[in-house]
């Protein structure tokens, strides 16, 4: 009996009432599942996603990231029957792995940055805390909150696995409970997903609901607190953009869509060539894998006309060894397409290409006798442009398949020309060991791509290629490719969160961001806070030093002692030749040296290890016989992940005789935390 798809709506699943639309096989053209969401009551989900919302983000970030490694730990133990579902979308084993291994480890990377990059808070603070008043009584400084709504996501069929997490762990983690709805071609393995996610019991209720099928009037229950977040085709991608609801209410829209990425042989990078070698192999790969279906996968091959001929041959070469065939083989195969009719969509794209374009390798009609018939197979096919300086269609027609296009070029100038055209691109690849031809590229094509691959002799053995996206990094692109951003550490998580500008006093401001800021109290601590634990350390709490001068023989002996003799410590006469010098000063780093022999208190204690400095400048030149000073203040804290220790954040402020601040920088340290009590047990059991 095939498989009917379930929906996972406001705490339990969801049995579609009828519509039921049938799901085939990449491969075979079985039907593999049957999938609706007739029935399904969107205002309620909506409801529901905002009413649970509350819990989550009452959640610290930390709390919030824990959550995520539990969930992809869980997932990895679990990801044998995604893996076993995947070849019927016609994914090979390798396929599978960018999907599910790549999604599981976005999870991971967002756990990981949350819990190291984000503070145990529910509101973070961005950027530096300005000030607006002449005296520093007036500040201001930009809070990120959790929006009070639901993040709608709307999914592709080629990765079911990634697409899901890769837009829930930074919503997830910025605090906005989830509605993702699956591409149907592929939503049996999504399905999958989800139900090892709610089996597992981790999130917490309402974090995640599932829509197998259309979403229905979802869109008109949306209002500005609520976020979109869809990948797709460009025309999918203007009705929801321009859906009256989302214009209307300003509701935030992210969009990742059609993206003719290109990938550019420099002048230099001949045959023989490290960069000629690796563009061939880049190619063929993102031609082939997933068959093309990736919105990064290379389309334009921009290469310089006097080797044009030698591109192809090679290529033609190197993809008639691609065997294509069943992915659940275990072969090393290129799977089918996701369907026929997606097949049918490339073979159409592929003729409208043929208006400009010859086809040199490969045939898109090609019969596979021993594959079944009802599979969508088809071989990988690359065209040549015959007219680059008139073409149109190559750079506004996208084949989403494994499909590639050769256009020539005779100068540098001319191959931006023809990127230009694309109208902004998620990714273009630039293979060249020419630093000035680098450069010229870079700078031209910078701003019409999401992400610039450099791909060299030097890098290719770690590069992770044109085609991978990556958690740290920005994924999306300008222009036709959408003009969102996914991704890029904590920039995907900051799309689901309100930047609202705080003025205040800074003793306010330093109470709301829990760290002190310099014009809030600062109460002179008794003991000195190195003998305090961890706990006992509170924002805030200073110690003043006494003075220390600092003499001739000092720096002299500093700079005998280091082998640091540059002039301005040890030649009066160039010392005062130099504009920033009034003679000969003493080094800076003796300033902060002596500074810490004035703050640190020599007897074991709490205080455990400086773990460095941050922020260091060297604002006014100490000359011999001035006297230094230090004002050490306690700016933040936050726990480890051991439970030993907490790392503490230090403002150091280094002042002269007449009270001018000559360095500061921020002091890191760890301190010990206390020990847990241990429970009293009772002798007599």
Not at 104 to 110: D, E, K, M, P, Q
Not at 238 to 251: D, F, G, I, Y
Not at 585 to 606: E, Q
Not at 654 to 671: C, P
Request: hydrophobic share 40%.
């Amino acid at each position: 009996m095939t498989k009917v798809l379930k929906s996972f709506a406001r705490g339990r699943w969801f049995i579609p009432s009828g519509g039921l639309i049938d799901i085939p096989s990449a491969v075979d053209g079985k039907v593999v599942a049957r999938a609706s969401s007739l029935g399904l009551e969107f205002a309620a989900l909506t409801r529901y996603a905002r009413e649970r919302g509350a819990a989550i983000r009452g959640m610290t970030f930390h709390e919030r990231a824990a959550l995520l490694k539990r969930l992809a730990n869980h997932l990895s133990a679990h990801k044998d029957a995604l893996y076993a579902l995947s070849g019927e979308t016609g994914a090979t084993q390798h396929d599978s792995l960018i999907d599910v291994d790549g999604g599981i480890g976005t999870l991971f990377a967002y756990a990981s940055r949350g819990r190291r990059e984000l503070p145990d808070e529910k509101v973070v603070f961005e950027g530096v805390v300005e000030s607006l008043s002449k005296t520093g009584s007036f500040v201001g400084a930009h809070m990120m909150s959790p929006l009070h709504g639901v993040a709608v996501h709307v999914n592709a069929f080629n990765f079911p696995c990634w697409g899901m997490l890769e837009k829930f762990a930074p919503a997830f983690l910025a605090g906005m409970p989830v509605i993702t709805k699956p591409a149907t071609a592929t939503a049996y393995v999504a399905e999958a997903l989800v139900e090892i996610i709610v089996d597992s019991g981790i999130l917490p209720e309402g974090a995640l609901q599932f829509v197998c099928g259309s979403t229905g009037d979802l869109l008109d229950h949306l209002t500005g607190q609520d976020v979109v977040a869809f990948t797709g085709s460009l025309e999918t991608s203007e009705k929801l953009r321009n859906h009256p609801t989302v214009s209307r209410k300003a509701v935030r829209f992210v969009a990742e869509r059609d993206s003719l990425n290109a990938a550019i042989l420099g002048p230099d990078a001949g045959p023989g060539t490290p960069e000629f070698d690796l563009f061939v192999k880049e190619v063929v790969r993102e031609m082939t894998v997933k068959a093309g279906q990736k919105c990064t996968a290379i389309r334009r091959l921009v290469v310089p006309s006097s080797i044009e001929g030698d591109v192809i041959e090679v290529l033609r070469s190197r993809l008639a060894k691609i065997k294509t065939g069943d992915p659940r083989s275990g072969e090393r195969v290129m799977g089918p397409l996701a369907s026929l009719d997606q097949r049918r969509e490339v073979r159409a794209q592929i003729q409208r290409l043929r208006d400009e374009a010859d086809i040199v390798a490969g045939d898109p009609g090609k019969a596979f006798e021993s594959l079944d018939p009802a599979g969508a197979y088809m071989e990988p096919v690359l065209l040549r442009c015959r007219n680059p300086k008139s073409a149109v269609l190559v750079h506004e027609v996208e084949a989403f398949g494994p499909v590639a296009t050769v256009i020539g070029y005779d100068s540098i100038a001319d191959a931006v020309t023809l990127v230009e055209k694309g109208e902004g691109s998620l990714v273009a690849s630039i293979h060249s060991y020419d630093t000035a031809c680098v450069q010229e590229l870079v700078s031209a094509l910078a701003p019409y791509h999401g992400r610039l691959l450099l791909l060299d002799r030097d890098d290719a053995a770690e590069s992770t290629g044109h085609g991978s996206p990556l958690p740290m990094l920005v994924h999306g692109g300008p222009g036709r490719a959408g003009g969102g951003e996914e991704l890029g550490g904590l920039r995907g998580v900051f799309h689901y969160m309100q930047r609202t500008a705080i003025q205040a006093s800074p003793e306010r401001l330093s109470g709301l961001m829990r760290t002190w800021i310099k014009g809030a109290p600062a109460p002179v601590s008794i003991p000195h806070p190195f003998r305090l634990d961890f706990a006992e350390i509170a924002t805030g709490q200073t110690v003043e030093t006494e003075s220390r001068e600092i003499t001739l023989a000092d720096i002299e002996h500093f700079a005998e002692f280091t082998g640091d003799k540059f002039y301005a410590h040890m030649d009066e006469a160039a010392a005062k030749a130099n504009p920033f010098f009034p003679g000969r000063v003493a080094h800076g780093y003796l300033v902060i040296s002596f500074a810490a022999g004035l703050f640190v208190d020599p007897a074991p204690g709490p205080l455990l290890a400086n773990s460095g400095l941050d922020t260091l400048r060297f604002l006014k030149p100490v000359s011999p016989g001035d006297s230094i000073r230090v004002r050490l203040t306690v700016k933040s804290k936050r726990p480890s992940r051991s439970p030993e220790y907490g790392e503490v954040r230090w403002d150091a402020e280094v002042f002269n005789q007449h009270g001018e601040t000559v360095a500061r920088y921020d002091l890191l340290t760890m301190s010990a935390r206390p020990a847990p009590a241990r429970k009293q047990t009772n002798p007599a059991k």
